[in-house]
């Protein structure tokens, strides 16, 4: 084992993101660093690392974010010297302002860029926000290059370059994410992450009313982030559609479904479409920025022109059986070839210079 050096103060918004985005990545660092992840509460217990919650919300709130800002500025200074590594977009601005008032330097992980489906002056705005964070860093990395591609054209950078070896923040654990045995009696359509608009939520109720998928099972798992979760509810009521709340075993989900449904409209990456691929399970989603480093077309999925149907891509897909079963081997030997865990992860940490 290495010799323990410096602290990392690491900083994430939302806590399930630790969990979802995060931990492997702690784990290996914590083999050479002592590790303090400071995320939302509540507070996390682990054997890798420290953790302190603070008041942390993902929407606008200055009560809230003005005592996160405070709670922020208290633990860098009763750590000088750490290193700091924040990520996902709201942290990310408030620890580059808290690093600029400390005088701190802080390295950036580029989880995705908010701004790609806004207009007008909220686009403006955060294109600012994620400008300013940038900018201010000691260093960006990008977690996808086609990521990195979009922001560099949307903020018209000269720096940083694209050091990135591998795509993934995380890579995938192919002894957990792995084919199960099992085979389902009816063909199971699955869609595993948040539910909100930028996920795709126009399109999950265009799947849930399409009478072509009444004989498919249909099951929708993760955390529902709309304002109205009736419609919701009263759309899959009396349907053959399952909905379950997300948990910490996403490999069970994806190893019970067929195909996954993926209409986000807005990734850094794609994670989900690279662990289902891991599992034995294409995908059917948007050819956008990260989502296209995720997944390789007609060989882990497809991937549909974002004015094109994406429920027609799906239908496409499960009637041609053939093509069906094909995707199922080659997308498994894509995520083995391009996605081991350790190599995304020391390519991860190589970029951050840790």
Same mark, same amino acid.
Not at 297 to 302: A, Y
């Given at each position: 084992?290495?010799?323990?050096?410096?602290?990392?103060?690491?900083?994430?918004?939302?806590?399930?993101?630790?969990?979802?985005?995060?931990?492997?990545?702690?784990?290996?660092?914590?083999?050479?660093? #002592? $590790?303090?992840?400071?995320?939302?509460?509540?507070?996390?217990?682990?054997?890798?690392?420290?953790?302190?919650?603070?008041?942390?919300?993902?929407?606008?709130?200055?009560?809230?974010?003005?005592?996160?800002?405070?709670?922020?500025?208290?633990?860098?200074?009763?750590?000088?010297?750490?290193?700091?590594?924040?990520?996902?977009?709201?942290?990310?601005?408030?620890?580059?302002?808290?690093?600029?008032?400390?005088?701190?330097?802080?390295?950036?992980?580029?989880?995705?860029?908010?701004?790609?489906?806004?207009?007008?002056?909220?686009?403006?705005?955060?294109?600012?926000?994620? #400008?300013?964070?940038?900018?201010?860093?000691? $260093? !960006?990395?990008?977690? /996808?290059?086609?990521?990195?591609?979009?922001?560099?054209?949307?903020?018209?950078? !000269?720096?940083?370059?694209?050091?990135?070896?591998?795509?993934?923040?995380?890579?995938?654990? !192919?002894?957990?994410?792995?084919?199960?045995?099992?085979?389902?009696?009816?063909?199971?359509?699955?869609?595993?992450?948040?539910?909100?608009?930028?996920?795709?939520?126009?399109?999950?109720?265009?799947?849930?009313?399409?009478?072509? *998928? !009444?004989?498919?099972?249909?099951?929708?798992?993760?955390?529902?982030?709309?304002?109205?979760?009736?419609?919701?509810?009263?759309?899959?009521?009396?349907?053959? $559609?399952?909905?379950?709340?997300?948990?910490?075993?996403?490999?069970?989900?994806?190893? /019970?479904?067929?195909?996954?449904?993926?209409?986000?409209?807005?990734?850094? *990456?794609?994670?989900?479409?690279? #662990?289902?691929?891991?599992?034995?399970?294409?995908?059917?989603?948007?050819?956008?920025?990260?989502?296209?480093?995720?997944?390789?077309?007609?060989?882990?999925?497809?991937?549909?022109?974002?004015?094109?149907?994406?429920?027609?891509?799906?239908?496409?897909?499960?009637?041609?059986?053939?093509?069906?079963?094909? @995707?199922?081997?080659?997308?498994?030997?894509?995520?083995?070839?391009?996605?081991?865990?350790?190599?995304? @992860?020391?390519?991860?940490?190589?970029?951050?210079?840790?």
């Amino acid at each position: 084992m290495k010799k323990k050096k410096n602290f990392i103060l690491y900083f994430i918004g939302p806590n399930f993101t630790v969990q979802s985005l995060a931990l492997p990545s702690l784990e290996l660092l914590s083999e050479s660093y #002592e $590790i303090i992840c400071i995320s939302e509460g509540p507070k996390i217990k682990s054997d890798y690392f420290d953790h302190i919650p603070i008041p942390f919300k993902r929407k606008p709130s200055l009560l809230v974010d003005i005592k996160c800002l405070l709670r922020i500025i208290k633990i860098i200074f009763k750590h000088p010297g750490s290193i700091i590594v924040t990520s996902t977009p709201k942290m990310s601005l408030i620890v580059s302002v808290c690093s600029k008032v400390l005088l701190k330097n802080y390295r950036y992980i580029h989880r995705g860029a908010v701004y790609q489906n806004f207009k007008g002056l909220k686009k403006y705005i955060y294109k600012s926000i994620d #400008e300013f964070i940038i900018h201010n860093s000691e $260093i !960006t990395t990008f977690i /996808s290059e086609s990521l990195f591609n979009s922001v560099k054209k949307e903020l018209n950078l !000269t720096t940083p370059i694209y050091n990135r070896n591998f795509n993934s923040s995380k890579g995938v654990n !192919t002894e957990i994410f792995k084919p199960s045995s099992y085979s389902n009696q009816k063909l199971k359509i699955g869609y595993l992450g948040r539910i909100c608009e930028d996920k795709g939520l126009d399109d999950i109720y265009k799947l849930i009313d399409d009478t072509r *998928f !009444t004989n498919y099972q249909i099951e929708i798992k993760g955390r529902l982030e709309i304002s109205d979760s009736n419609k919701f509810f009263n759309l899959i009521k009396n349907k053959n $559609i399952k909905f379950s709340n997300w948990d910490s075993n996403p490999e069970l989900f994806l190893q /019970s479904i067929d195909v996954l449904f993926f209409p986000s409209k807005r990734e850094g *990456f794609g994670n989900v479409a690279m #662990e289902a691929a891991s599992c034995g399970v294409p995908t059917v989603a948007y050819s956008i920025p990260g989502v296209t480093d995720a997944i390789k077309h007609n060989k882990s999925g497809i991937l549909v022109k974002k004015n094109n149907s994406i429920v027609d891509a799906l239908h496409e897909l499960i009637c041609d059986k053939e093509l069906l079963t094909r @995707l199922k081997k080659s997308a498994r030997q894509y995520a083995l070839e391009n996605f081991n865990q350790r190599k995304v @992860l020391d390519d991860l940490h190589k970029s951050l210079d840790l």
